[in-house]
C-alpha cells in the first residue's frame, strides 16, 4: 500500500486498518484463502502452521514505527519508495544512524546502506577507531527474494528508537543494505516468483538491463555490485551476510545457511564460522522457534537418499567471493516454501544472533582473517571437485535430512515422473556430498603484468581493491605466458557475455611492457582474488567471461600463389620440417585432405605468422622451478 507523504500519521493508521478490513470481508466473500500470499499459492505443497516465538517480535498495530511490511500483518513488502521513505524517517529520528548512497543503479535509483553505531559513528574512519567489529548485511540481491530488507528494517528499529535490541549495538557495528537490486525491487508484480509463498507482490531476480548481480562478484559490469565492492573495500566489515529465498525441494527447514568451508580460501575465517556462528544461529533460531538447516541441494529431490550436494562456488558468488577477499560471508537461504512472516521472522533472528555473537567473539574472528590473508597458498585450486571416497576406501559424511514425504506418480502432462510433497514429516541419514577437493590447481606467480591496452581489465583489478604498482618507463621482463589452444566460444549469451574456453599451454618469453603497464603482485591479502581472475583456466577469470576475445581473431593472412613456392623452398631445406610434414600427412587424415590446411601449417612455421595469435596476454612472473619468490 503507497503512503502519501505529509499524511498525519493517525488519520494514515486508521485508513489503513479500514482497507485492511476491507479487504479481509472480500476475500472471506469470495472464498480465498485468508494469507492470499500469492496467485501460486493454490499450487505449492500444503502449508503447516507455525506459530513460533519470533512473533512477538512484530510490531503491535498502534506502534507508531510499525514497518510497512508488519502493518499487513508480514504479508506483504513495501515498494522501493515507501520503504526508503520509512527508512529516511527513522535515520532521521534516532542518532545511532546514518543514510549512506553506495551509488546509482542504470535506472537512476540509489542504493542506500544505512550504518548503525552506538555513538553514531557515520564515517569508515570512526568505525575502525572505535575497534568493534562491522557486520555487513544486504537484501533483494535477487528483489524477489526480499525477506532481508523487511527483517532488516524491523531491526533498525529496535536497535534504536525500538530500543528492545539496542545493546547489541554495544559491541558491534552494523551495515545494512535493504534492496540491493534496486530495479529489479521495481519490477514488482504478483507473479515474481511461481514457487515461492509470499509476499503477495514482489519484485524481479534479475536488474535493469537483465543482470543477475549474484554472477557479478568477478567481473564487475552492473552498478549495483560494483557499488557494494566499493563499499566492502571502504568500509572493511567483518562479517558479511547474503540475504536470499531458496528454490526446489519442501523440506521442513525455514532458514538454511552455509558458507565455503576450511578446505576453501579462509580456512581460518571458516574454522570461526563452525565453531561460533553456526552453533549460536542453530540454538537461537531454535529457541525462536524455527527450524534451521544447511544449504540443501538434494542430488536427486525425487530420492533424497542420494543425497546432499554440498557446493564449492566460484567467485562469481558472494559466499565464494567474500571467501577469496577473506570476508568470512555467508550465503543464507530461507526456504521458498514457508509463509512470508515466518521466513522474515527467522531472518531477524539471525541477524540478531550474528551481530550478537560478532560482538562477543568479534576479536577471535579478526585474528582468524588476518591469518588468512597472510597465507600465501601453492598451488592454488582454480576449482574443487567431489572428494572420491571409494578410491579413498572411505564413505562420505552424512547429514540427518528433515524433510517431508512425497508420492510419485506417471503424469500424463509431462509424461514423467509427478512428485507431490504430502505434509507427514519424515527424517532421514543420507549422504553429504562435498566438493572439497582441489581440482584445477595452478602454480602461484610473483606477479602478473598487463600492459595498459587492456585497461577494462586494470580498472576492474582497481575497482576489486586489488594492489598493483604502475611502472612509468617501459621495461623487458622475463614472463611466462600461456598459448590458448582450443579456444572455443560458448553459441549462447550469458550474464551479457559470451563464455569462452580454452587450454592454457605456458611457455617461456621476454615481453617488453610500455610505460603504463602494470604489475600485479600476489603477495598480498587480495593475492588469491588475483589469481582466480587473471588465470585463463579459471573458471571466472576475465578471461573466461570474454574480456580477452581479441587475442583469438587473426589479423594477417596468407595467399596459396605465396605460400606454394614458400612450402616447396622450406621442405627443400629443412629435412627435419619435410619428414615432420609426412608424418602429419600419413597420420592427419583431415589435414592430409585439405589443401589450406597444407599450405597454412607451412605458413605457421615462418616468422610472417602472427605470434601473438591466441596467445593471452597477462604475463605469469614466475621465479625457476626450486627457487623462492
Do not use: C
Request: proline residues 7%; charged residues 25%.
Amino acid at each position: 500500500m503507497a503512503r502519501t507523504v505529509g499524511q498525519h500519521p493517525r488519520w494514515e493508521r486508521l485508513g489503513q486498518a479500514v482497507s485492511l478490513v476491507f479487504i479481509g470481508i472480500a476475500m472471506l466473500l469470495s472464498g480465498s484463502v485468508a494469507r492470499a500470499d500469492s496467485p501460486s499459492s493454490e499450487l505449492l505443497p500444503p502449508e503447516r502452521p507455525w506459530n513460533g516465538v519470533s512473533r512477538e517480535l512484530m510490531a503491535s498495530p498502534e506502534d507508531p514505527w510499525i514497518t510497512p511490511a508488519e502493518r499487513s500483518g508480514l504479508i506483504e513488502t513495501p515498494r522501493y519508495d515507501e520503504s526508503i521513505a520509512w527508512l529516511k524517517k527513522l535515520v532521521a529520528t534516532s542518532p545511532q544512524l546514518s543514510l549512506h548512497s553506495l551509488g546509482k543503479s542504470h535506472e537512476g535509483r540509489d542504493v542506500w546502506m544505512v550504518v548503525a553505531a552506538s555513538d553514531g559513528s557515520s564515517t569508515p574512519e570512526a568505525l575502525a577507531a572505535s575497534g568493534k567489529p562491522i557486520l555487513l548485511a544486504h537484501g533483494g540481491i535477487h528483489s524477489g527474494e526480499i525477506d532481508g530488507k523487511d527483517a532488516g528494517l524491523m531491526l533498525l528499529r529496535d536497535l534504536t528508537v525500538g530500543g528492545s535490541r539496542r545493546h547489541l549495538l554495544e559491541g558491534a557495528h552494523f551495515l545494512f543494505v535493504p534492496i540491493l537490486n534496486v530495479d529489479g525491487h521495481e519490477r514488482f508484480s504478483a507473479y515474481g516468483r511461481i514457487n515461492q509463498r509470499g509476499p503477495r507482490e514482489m519484485g524481479w531476480r534479475t536488474n535493469a538491463r537483465n543482470q543477475n548481480l549474484n554472477r557479478d562478484f568477478s567481473k564487475l559490469d552492473t552498478p549495483e555490485v560494483r557499488a557494494l565492492v566499493a563499499a566492502i573495500n571502504r568500509w572493511k566489515p567483518d562479517l558479511y551476510l547474503d540475504l536470499h529465498v531458496t528454490d526446489g525441494a519442501d523440506y521442513q527447514y525455514d532458514i538454511t545457511f552455509g558458507y565455503s568451508g576450511r578446505h576453501a580460501h579462509s580456512p581460518q575465517g571458516a574454522a570461526w564460522l563452525d565453531e561460533r556462528l553456526s552453533p549460536a544461529l542453530e540454538r537461537d533460531l531454535a529457541t525462536a522457534g524455527h527450524i534451521p538447516g544447511p544449504l540443501i541441494f538434494l542430488i536427486d529431490s525425487k530420492d533424497p537418499s542420494k543425497g546432499n550436494f554440498g557446493w564449492t562456488a566460484g567467485p562469481r558468488f558472494s559466499n565464494s567471493y567474500g571467501d577469496l577477499r577473506h570476508l568470512p560471508t555467508v550465503l543464507v537461504e530461507n526456504h521458498s516454501l514457508k509463509p512470508y512472516d515466518q521466513r522474515v521472522l527467522g531472518t531477524y533472528i539471525l541477524l540478531e544472533s550474528s551481530l550478537a555473537t560478532l560482538a562477543k567473539h568479534g576479536a577471535e574472528l579478526r585474528r582468524a582473517s588476518q591469518r588468512d590473508r597472510e597465507t600465501r597458498r601453492d598451488p592454488m585450486p582454480l576449482t574443487f571437485k567431489m572428494a572420491d571416497y571409494a578410491a579413498l576406501g572411505e564413505t562420505p559424511p552424512t547429514l540427518l535430512f528433515r524433510g517431508y514425504e512425497s508420492k510419485l506418480t506417471l503424469s500424463p502432462i509431462s509424461g514423467g515422473l509427478r512428485q507431490e510433497w504430502t505434509s507427514q514429516p519424515m527424517e532421514m541419514e543420507i549422504p553429504w556430498i562435498d566438493t572439497t577437493e582441489p581440482d584445477l590447481t595452478v602454480r602461484r606467480p610473483a606477479a602478473y603484468w598487463l600492459s595498459p591496452v587492456w585497461s577494462e581489465v586494470i580498472e576492474r583489478l582497481k575497482d576489486h581493491g586489488i594492489a598493483m604498482e604502475q611502472i612509468s618507463q617501459g621495461r623487458e621482463v622475463e614472463v611466462e605466458l600461456y598459448r590458448l589452444n582450443d579456444a572455443e566460444i560458448e553459441p549462447r549469451a550469458f550474464e551479457g557475455h559470451a563464455r569462452v574456453k580454452a587450454n592454457p599451454e605456458p611457455f617461456r618469453s621476454r615481453q617488453t611492457y610500455p610505460a603504463g603497464s602494470v604489475r600485479i603482485p600476489t603477495d598480498q591479502a587480495l593475492g588469491d582474488l588475483a589469481v582466480l581472475l587473471l588465470e585463463p583456466a579459471s573458471p571466472d577469470s576475465f578471461f573466461q567471461w570474454g574480456f580477452f576475445l581479441e587475442v583469438l581473431q587473426r589479423t594477417e593472412y596468407f595467399e596459396a600463389y605465396v605460400a606454394e613456392p614458400l612450402a616447396e623452398r622450406m621442405i627443400a631445406e629443412d629435412p627435419e620440417l619435410a619428414q615432420r610434414f609426412r608424418d602429419k600427412l600419413a597420420n592427419d587424415a583431415e589435414f592430409a585432405g585439405s589443401a589450406n590446411a597444407r599450405l597454412r601449417w607451412f605458413y605457421e612455421q615462418t616468422p610472417f605468422a602472427d605470434a601473438r595469435w591466441k596467445v593471452y596476454p597477462v604475463g605469469r612472473e614466475v621465479a625457476p622451478a626450486g627457487e623462492g619468490r
